[in-house]
């Protein structure tokens, strides 16, 4: 199975994509935390959090693919077993999980982590003092979340608004992509959010481009919702936000607009033979990630640290809608 170019938003090195799973060296906590997930509170009415995590598969580790009793089965029930001997080396977990990309052709991409307080107790006081530097010299620390990758698909660096000085220093061009780097996010201030997010929507055809922020809107407020319910503790997690930036695949949902594609995908046209499992593919997505520094704390009540973000990041919203 040929291994894909990885689109990362952000990130350590050595992800690795294959169609429909992606591949990432990882603490054992965050499999926990996702072993956890899988046995939260099914009782509630509203959405748990496990909807908005990518689905995870298994765990890798040398010679061994372990399944999680209870896992949801690969979508597309791709055999990963042919990663064992490949990919594997021995440092750290493995974990297997739905690639958020697939069925995209050119997705683009923006990670936002979350959160004033970006470590728990457990790290190191040097670790500790360094990241409680980033978050107070960054909007981490006044709005509760900042920019940590973004990419975007077939944009050209001169068309972008010059957010600040030397913006275009951070700002990268390989095979049609313009990458990023964390330092941009971290230049931003609370009044040049909102521009930069404009520049991230920029790669959205105009006649859609408001639909799809209406859309990533009204999905925060459910994530919202949601994280009321959720007893968990996350510490650096990141909303991932993804749009299809392919104006290809944007004509062909002209035609449906009853049954919003943006939300499930268009529909199935099994007249076609060439109906590519792609197209099937919603349009837009936003999801939750990085679980590295996440625990569930059952009678402990919500994550003030991360529901203080999501709610400065629906103002930010109601902001660029008005
Ligand atoms: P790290 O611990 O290295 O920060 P993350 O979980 O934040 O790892 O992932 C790093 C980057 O990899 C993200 O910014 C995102 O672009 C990409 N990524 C993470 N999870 C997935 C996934 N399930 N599918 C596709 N891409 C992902
Ligand atoms: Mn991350």
New binding site residues.
């Given amino acids: 199975m040929p291994l894909e170019s990885v689109?990362?938003?952000?990130?350590?090195d050595g992800?690795e994509?294959s169609g429909a799973v992606?591949i990432?060296s990882?603490t054992e906590q965050e499999v926990q935390f996702y072993r956890d997930a899988l046995v939260g509170d099914s009782q509630l009415d509203g959405t748990i959090l496990l909807h908005w995590m990518?689905v995870m598969m298994g765990t890798l580790t040398p010679g061994n693919l372990h399944g999680i009793e209870g896992a949801e089965k690969p979508v597309l029930g791709l055999d990963v077993t042919d990663h064992i001997n490949s990919s594997v080396s021995n440092e750290k977990v493995k974990i297997v999980?739905?690639?958020?990309?697939h069925g995209f052709s050119h997705p683009s991409?923006l990670?936002i982590k979350l959160g004033k307080v970006l470590t728990d107790n457990t790290v190191t006081p040097e670790k500790a003092h360094r990241l409680a530097k980033v978050s107070s010299t960054t909007t981490s620390g006044s709005l509760g979340f900042r920019i940590?990758?973004m990419k975007l698909w077939g944009k050209d660096v001169e068309e972008l608004p010059q957010i600040y000085p030397n913006m275009k220093d951070h700002i990268t061009n390989d095979n049609d992509y313009l990458s990023f780097d964390k330092f941009f996010g971290r230049s931003l201030t609370d009044s040049t959010m909102e521009q930069a997010m404009h520049v991230f929507f920029s790669a959205i055809p105009a006649k859609h481009r408001l639909k799809v922020i209406n859309r990533f809107h009204q999905r925060l407020q459910l994530l919202y919702n949601c994280l009321l319910d959720a007893e968990v503790r996350i510490f650096s997690g990141?909303l991932?936000f993804i749009y299809e930036s392919d104006p290809h695949r944007w004509t062909l949902v002209e035609n449906y607009d009853e049954a919003d594609p943006l939300l499930y995908g268009l529909p199935d046209d099994s007249d076609e033979e060439d109906t590519s499992e792609q197209n099937d593919a919603p349009l837009s997505k936003l999801n939750m990630?990085?679980f590295?520094h996440a625990t569930h704390t059952k009678g402990k009540g919500y994550d003030e640290n991360i529901v203080d973000a999501v709610e400065n990041l629906i103002d930010l919203f109601d902001r660029i809608l008005q």
């Fill in positions: 689109i990362q938003a952000a990130g350590h992800c994509v992606f990432k990882t990518p999980l739905q690639n958020l990309y991409i990670d940590c990758g990141s991932l990630i990085d590295a």
